[in-house]
C-alpha cells in the first residue's frame, strides 16, 4: 500500500488548497500522471501540449543540418575562390615588382655616357668587345648604317619616376600586363 498524504497537503491530487505559487495566466498544476505535478508552465515546451493547439510536424533535424552544411560549404568555397583570385592579383603584381627590380639592378650595373631623365626609354645591351651591360639612346633599327656586331640587345627601358626602371615595349608601353 502506498503512502496516503493528508487531504491540506498540495502534492496530494485530491487536496483543495492550490499549489500553484506562480499563478500566472499560462502556468497551472497538472495531475495528468496521477500525481500531482506542481507548476506546468506549457511556454516553456517546444511542443503545443493542449488539444485545441495548431497542428505542427517533426522538423527532420537530420535532413536540416544536410542541408546546413552543404550551404555553409557552398558560401565557403565562394569565399575561398574569391581570396584565391584575389591571391593570384597580389602574386603577379608581386612578381612585377620583382621583374622591375630585377631591370632595375640591371641597368644601375650598366655603364652609359649620357644624361638620363625620367621617362624616357633606352636600350639596354650587352657589349661583348669591352665586357658587361651598357645602356644606349640608339636602338637595333634606329642605326644609320648597321647596329654594331659585339652588342647583343637585352630589352628597352624606361626610367619612371620612383627611380626603378621597367621593361617597355617598342611604342614604350610596359610590358608588364
Known amino acids: 500500500m502506498g503512502l496516503t498524504l493528508p487531504p491540506d497537503d498540495p502534492r496530494n491530487p485530491k487536496s483543495k488548497q492550490k499549489s500553484n505559487l506562480a499563478d500566472g495566466r499560462d502556468s ?4 495528468s500522471s496521477g500525481e500531482l505535478i506542481q507548476f506546468f508552465n506549457r511556454n516553456v515546451t517546444p511542443y503545443p501540449v493542449e488539444v485545441g493547439s495548431p497542428a505542427f510536424d517533426l522538423i527532420p533535424v537530420e535532413k536540416q543540418k544536410d542541408i546546413m552544411v552543404n550551404v ?7 569565399e ?5 583570385e584575389l591571391v593570384t592579383v597580389l602574386q603577379r603584381q ?6 622591375r627590380l630585377d631591370i632595375t639592378d640591371l641597368v644601375h650595373a650598366a655603364k652609359y ?8 626609354c633606352y636600350w639596354l645591351a650587352r ?7 651598357i645602356l ?4 637595333p633599327t634606329e642605326w644609320a648604317t648597321a647596329k654594331p656586331d659585339y652588342y647583343e640587345y637585352v630589352c628597352r627601358v624606361k626610367w619612371l619616376g620612383d627611380y626603378t626602371w621597367i621593361e617597355v615595349d617598342t611604342n614604350g608601353e610596359s610590358v608588364l600586363k
Open 127 to 133: 657589349d661583348h668587345r669591352h665586357g658587361g651591360t
Open 72 to 78: 555553409a560549404r557552398m558560401h565557403g568555397h565562394q
Open 28 to 31: 497551472y498544476d497538472s495531475t
Open 113 to 120: 655616357q649620357f644624361q638620363i631623365y625620367h621617362g624616357q
Open 136 to 139: 644606349v639612346q640608339t636602338g
Open 94 to 99: 608581386a612578381d612585377d615588382v620583382r621583374k
Open 80 to 84: 575561398y575562390n574569391r581570396i584565391m
